[in-house]
């Protein structure tokens, strides 16, 4: 089989090495693999990494978007839950007092961001800690 190793695929497409490996691990493109484990760019691939580029020039996007999009076609879930988002509209919850929505909506915000704050945290702790 005729095929390009990541670096001459990079070359031969002016995506970068990493940004190849970060394209496989959203599903856009998946080379196959030699026996000693190498990525194997082949017309295919290539083609793919081509068009991907004109996707996104042509319509403004970022890879994320197009690496979220594919998620959204695998993951029944995921996609179940965007689109009722989507389709939501705004309702004060029946508990809250309709002068104090906006309070207790800022209250909310405010929690989660805390949490996320410390999940972060947590998880840049943990990850230096592994890396000693």
Known sequence: MDALTINEAAETTGWTPRMLRYIERMGLVEPPRS???YRLYGPGELQRLRTL???LDTHGLALGEVGFARRMQHDDELRRTVEGWLEAEPARPAHVPADDWLQWEQD????LVAEAAR???TTATTNLTETR
């Open 53 to 55: 580029r004109e996707l």
């Open 119 to 121: 999940r972060a945290d």
């Open 35 to 37: 026996a000693g484990g």
């Open 108 to 111: 909310k915000h405010e929690r």
